[in-house]
């Protein structure tokens, strides 16, 4: 491999066996990055991103992909050099990077110099477009950037322009006289000297103006003023990176609030503490709501030590009359053996299967089975109340974590029931919390707390000790609530349906009333 300015440059002989792919990220709200974006970031053995992406983005990476956060507040601190040869040196290693940057790449992203280093180097790039600020906030003010009586044009100008750059500066005279929207990027601590330059060339000083700040972001807010008094109003109001700022009559035309401000669980952070495989569906749930989602797993699922015991019971289920699962995990781990023993879903054919509640029927459902039985109550012992009478003489298989209660294996023998378990996976207590998670709710910048299981609620009282206090604790279950209450800690709300959908309900109650 050759050499270009001290990076490695690919030999016209052999092709680089990786690929690089500059992804946008959008402005903030996950749900904006692109079906594209997901399916490179999927694919990545090597994430570089920076410090305005959303860290929920990340969640769509494998996990043995190596993360480097870059920019402000990053865990490293690289110069664009070692940035350029990190990917490089990766793709001809034959892996897959992606550059995720905030927005999309090709709008004041900076990635001229990094594309131009790839193209040299010999490398394969794609780039990948994202959502920018200036259309962003359009969609999540209310404020249109172009309007058929107001704005047939948008101009999206930088704040900040490179003292070396080889080109004119900006031309504030053709600025002031554009007949649309300009957007400026990188505007706050420039304020002063664009805005004034601007009234200098004869934009008239009462063109309103709208400084959005963190635009899509669950903290998104909005201030309007005038091109007179937009610096002004950065001072007074203390506005810091990262903003975009809209000036012209556009902004005159919109309502005072946005749909996206006006959901219910706006400006609300919660702590979802579930195993990062149940993580999506419920936090996607939180963020419809409006809230800002926070991941900090409090167990992990794990394989049990020995499948013997799993296997043995999945090879002879004609023995049993009822397969009873306590969690869709337990759902997922013991079907997904059948296919490794050379059976498929036909073994079933001979049982009866009960569920404890809807998340574990739906697991079910997912492989086409259906419950014959779920209790009206989702805990064991509106199971076990279910099951009881059909109990004497009768064998059931209980599927079931490494932990647990016992409550349903003891009424089903107590009845005259043939009870077996099996350990079906294992739950783990996560050892340390993410050091940016504890220092958020150490800080009282958290403001809910998720349980969703005695297991959790235990380990969450080792990770964050008196600090759980400093949160409002969401409880999924009067069990869940009476373990909280003997580690000390009392729940603020507790579901009265016992379900992810039941436990975003009471935080919804509460925070609405």
Known sequence: MRQHNGLPRNSSAQPCPGKVFFVGAGPGDPGLVTLRGVHCLRQ?????????????VLRHSPPSAEMVGLGHHATKTIDQEAINRLMIEAAWAGKTVVRLKGGDPMVFGRSAEEIQAIESAGVPFEIVPGVTAA?????????SITHADYSSAVALVTGQERHSKGAPPLDYAAL???PGTVVFYMGVTSAARWSQAMLREGKPAETPVAIVRRCSWTDQSTYRCTLATVA????????RPPAVILVGEVVAHAGRDSWFTQRPLFGQRILVTRPRQQVEAFADLLADYGAEVLVQPAIEIADPHDWTPVDRALGRLDEYDWVVFSSANGVN????????????LRALAPVKLAAIGPGTAEALAAYRLRADLVPEQYRAEALAEALVEQAPGRRFLLVRASRGREVLAERLA?????VEQVVAYQSLDVAQPDPDIAAALRDGRIDWITVTSSAIAKSLGRLFGDDLRRAKLASISPITSETLRSLGYA???????????????????????
């Open 491 to 513: 729940p603020a709300v507790e579901a009265t349906e016992y379900t992810m959908n039941g436990l975003a309900a009471a935080i919804l109650a509460s925070v609405v009333t």
């Open 232 to 239: 002004e109003t950065i001072a007074a109001e203390n506005i």
């Open 333 to 344: 781990r013991f079907l997904d053996r059948l296919p490794r023993l050379g059976r498929d």
């Open 44 to 56: 990545a053995d090597l994430v570089l991103y920076d410090y305005l992406v959303n860290a929920l």
């Open 176 to 178: 002031a006289r554009f």
């Open 414 to 418: 107590a009845a005259g029931g043939a």
């Open 135 to 143: 259309t962003a906030a359009a969609a999540y003010t209310g404020i």
